[in-house]
């Protein structure tokens, strides 16, 4: 268990006083698996263009966290410090991060300041990076990849912000974008999917205290369609996690009170959190592929020359994305306004 902080006169003062040793270990971790897989995957194989991948990454996610973990503080929550998962995989390099909280909230309020400050922290260093990313992105002339690379989906709120630095109207050039802006999609991402309204989710936690023991009822429905989905549109990557939501279970645990109201004006902004979901996620997010058939994704990898010999740019190339129903391309650059391309 945690121990208990002490006052200065050495009496305590009510709240836990968290374990740094192992969070601080698992977080030197996880910095070097993300600059490793920065380093493999969007660096350029270059050290320096990993570091522009992983720093950004880290700094999204610890924002994040100490979101929540201020939270917890503030209100005398019992609470770990946070746990980041290191993961010398790619496409991320970590598996996020967790805070575990002992006990029961003390209140609604408290639950949804607590779990609305995490997605809202994370969310304003990733629109910096994805600004200042884009920024150092630069065009070049469209060439389909001719080797196996990674395919990223494209979020509405990805397009929107490369829309102010780029005209991506022209069918012959590509976006190809900096280590720190592939950084910000992974943020976006994350946070974006940590806001889906179930269980012990963030979302779960907003969606709780919006709507107190009738939530169950909503996320039990909005699971069903979800799972509906995946077999309906064949997104077979989706049924892991659906399957791991299932198993932890759709239902929120009461607060100590929950009869106390959140207010207008929290109520606002959690439906205005929870609404980021739309354009902050994509269905199909990534997807392996090989050889030069159809540049219709955004794509990032190392750049490599026509000898096989990596260039060493700290930037990845992004083709383009496809359209979600199959029937036709829609290049990453001439985006049509008919297109059926759904964002969540």
Same mark, same amino acid.
């Given at each position: 268990?945690?121990? *208990?902080?002490?006052?200065?006169?050495?009496?305590?003062?009510?709240?836990?006083?968290?374990?740094?040793?192992?969070?601080?270990?698992?977080?030197?971790?996880?910095?070097?698996?993300?600059?490793?897989?920065?380093?493999?995957?969007?660096?350029?194989?270059?050290?320096?263009?990993?570091?522009?991948? /992983?720093?950004?990454?880290? *700094?999204?996610?610890?924002?994040?966290?100490?979101?929540?973990?201020?939270?917890?503080?503030?209100?005398?929550?019992?609470?770990?410090?946070?746990?980041?998962?290191?993961?010398?995989?790619?496409?991320?390099?970590?598996?996020?991060?967790?805070?575990?909280?002992?006990?029961?909230?003390?209140?609604?309020?408290?639950?949804?300041?607590?779990?609305? /400050?995490?997605?809202?922290?994370?969310?304003?260093?990733?629109?910096?990076?994805?600004?200042?990313?884009?920024?150092? /992105?630069?065009?070049?002339?469209?060439?389909?990849?001719?080797?196996?690379?990674?395919?990223?989906?494209?979020?509405?709120? &990805?397009?929107?912000?490369?829309?102010?630095? &780029?005209?991506?109207?022209?069918?012959? /050039?590509?976006?190809?974008?900096?280590?720190?802006?592939?950084?910000?999609?992974?943020?976006?991402?994350?946070?974006?999917?940590?806001?889906?309204?179930?269980?012990?989710?963030?979302?779960?936690?907003?969606?709780?205290?919006?709507?107190?023991?009738?939530?169950?009822?909503?996320? =039990?429905?909005?699971?069903?369609?979800?799972?509906?989905?995946? &077999?309906?549109?064949?997104?077979?990557?989706?049924?892991?996690?659906?399957?791991?939501?299932?198993?932890?279970?759709?239902?929120?645990?009461?607060?100590?009170?929950?009869?106390?109201?959140?207010?207008?004006?929290?109520?606002?902004?959690?439906?205005?959190?929870?609404?980021?979901?739309? *354009?902050? &996620?994509?269905?199909?997010? *990534?997807?392996?592929?090989?050889?030069?058939?159809?540049?219709?994704?955004?794509?990032?990898?190392?750049?490599?020359?026509?000898?096989?010999?990596?260039?060493?740019?700290?930037?990845?190339?992004?083709?383009?994305?496809?359209?979600?129903?199959?029937?036709?391309?829609? =290049?990453?650059?001439?985006?049509?306004?008919?297109?059926?391309?759904?964002?969540?």
């Amino acid at each position: 268990m945690d121990k *208990i902080a002490k006052t200065e006169n050495g009496e305590n003062d009510g709240r836990p006083k968290a374990r740094w040793r192992k969070p601080l270990v698992l977080y030197v971790a996880t910095w070097a698996t993300t600059t490793l897989v920065g380093f493999a995957l969007y660096g350029g194989g270059s050290w320096g263009g990993a570091f522009l991948f /992983s720093a950004p990454l880290m *700094i999204i996610l610890t924002a994040h966290e100490f979101g929540h973990y201020w939270q917890t503080r503030r209100y005398g929550i019992p609470a770990s410090a946070p746990f980041f998962i290191p993961l010398p995989l790619p496409p991320f390099g970590t598996l996020g991060a967790l805070i575990r909280m002992n006990g029961r909230v003390p209140s609604a309020k408290a639950l949804f300041d607590v779990g609305v /400050s995490g997605p809202l922290a994370g969310l304003a260093a990733t629109l910096l990076f994805l600004i200042v990313g884009l920024a150092n /992105s630069t065009t070049v002339a469209a060439t389909a990849p001719s080797e196996e690379t990674l395919v990223f989906g494209e979020p509405l709120l &990805f397009r929107w912000v490369s829309l102010l630095f &780029f005209d991506r109207s022209d069918p012959t /050039s590509t976006l190809t974008a900096h280590p720190t802006a592939a950084a910000a999609w992974v943020g976006l991402f994350l946070t974006t999917l940590n806001l889906a309204p179930f269980g012990q989710l963030d979302g779960g936690h907003v969606f709780y205290a919006l709507l107190r023991r009738r939530a169950v009822y909503f996320s =039990t429905a909005i699971f069903l369609a979800a799972t509906a989905a995946v &077999f309906i549109f064949e997104r077979w990557n989706w049924f892991l996690p659906l399957f791991l939501l299932a198993l932890f279970g759709l239902e929120h645990p009461p607060t100590a009170d929950d009869s106390t109201p959140i207010g207008p004006l929290r109520t606002a902004i959690g439906w205005a959190t929870l609404a980021l979901i739309a *354009i902050g &996620f994509t269905p199909n997010p *990534i997807e392996v592929e090989s050889g030069a058939s159809e540049p219709e994704n955004v794509v990032f990898f190392r750049l490599k020359d026509a000898d096989g010999d990596e260039r060493g740019e700290i930037f990845a190339a992004t083709p383009n994305f496809r359209d979600e129903r199959g029937e036709r391309a829609k =290049t990453w650059n001439d985006f049509d306004e008919i297109s059926t391309k759904t964002p969540c």
